[in-house]
């Protein structure tokens, strides 16, 4: 079956630069989400799409932004990287039809150097 | 604001135990509840579902139950075996919210 596909698996990035995340949900998921996981901590929610229009947002610096597109890809953009932005981070989707359980990507490591 | 609370936060015990992993959350108002696994460096399985209309979930080896007047939510494996070993997080959904907020986790380790 069909999962959620995260790209790329590693980014290696320097203080100040941009890196774009990219997320392709299970077909037919209705809802995006974005999550950041530090080293050794829990997963803090970052904002979420419905239907390609933002429905909840949550710890999200300003500099970082997220849409989702027409074919219901969505890619999280993160400029002015700093240090602590080093993490793993998750997308995940689900659909109120299947009973909306998350299904998580593998994620991306993004390093900052 | 939600608060999720696991413990214990660590727990090693020996192939074939049952054993319980606890929740504990602030907010009553949740829209359901999830239990997931993470292995080191990977992304998060999600176990069991309970929406807050039902009491529990149950999935092979193990049971999730959710009671909303406590606030609190189990984790029951039975017979344990060393690939269960992970790290387990329960999650809330809130009403009116399409965001999970996740407890710190409860790191188990069987032994074979």
């Known amino acids: 079956a069909a999962g959620v596909i995260q790209s790329p698996r590693h980014l290696i990035k320097e203080k100040r630069e941009t890196a774009t995340l990219k997320c392709y949900p299970i077909?037919?998921?209705?809802?995006v989400y974005w999550y950041q996981q530090g080293p050794g901590q829990d997963p803090q929610f970052l904002i979420s799409?419905?239907?390609?229009?933002?429905?909840d947002k949550g710890s999200i610096p300003d500099r970082f932004s997220a849409q989702q597109f027409s074919d219901y890809h969505s890619e999280l953009n993160m400029s002015s990287l700093e240090l602590g932005d080093s993490a793993l981070y998750f997308c995940?989707?689900?659909?109120?039809?299947?009973?909306?359980?998350?299904?998580f990507g593998s994620g991306t490591q993004l390093s900052v150097l | 604001k939600q608060e999720v609370t696991q413990i214990p936060a660590a727990l090693s015990v020996p192939e074939g135990e049952n054993l319980v992993l606890n929740c504990s959350f602030t907010?009553?108002?949740?829209?359901?509840l999830q239990w997931f696994r993470q292995d080191p460096g990977k992304g998060l399985t999600s176990l069991l579902l309970?929406?807050?209309?039902?009491r529990e979930q149950t999935s092979g080896r193990l049971n999730a139950s959710l009671d909303k007047s406590s606030g609190r939510s189990t984790l029951y494996i039975a017979a344990s075996q060393p690939g269960d070993s992970a790290t387990y997080l329960c999650?809330?959904?809130?009403?009116?919210?399409?965001?999970?907020?996740f407890g710190s986790g409860t790191r188990l380790q069987v032994q074979p």
């Open positions: 309970i929406q807050s209309s039902q």
């Open positions: 799409f419905y239907e390609k229009m933002q429905s």
């Open positions: 907010d009553s108002a949740i829209y359901n």
């Open positions: 999650a809330i959904e809130r009403t009116g919210r399409r965001a999970l907020t």
């Open positions: 077909p037919r998921h209705d809802t």
């Open positions: 995940a989707s689900s659909s109120y039809r299947g009973g909306e359980k998350l299904f």
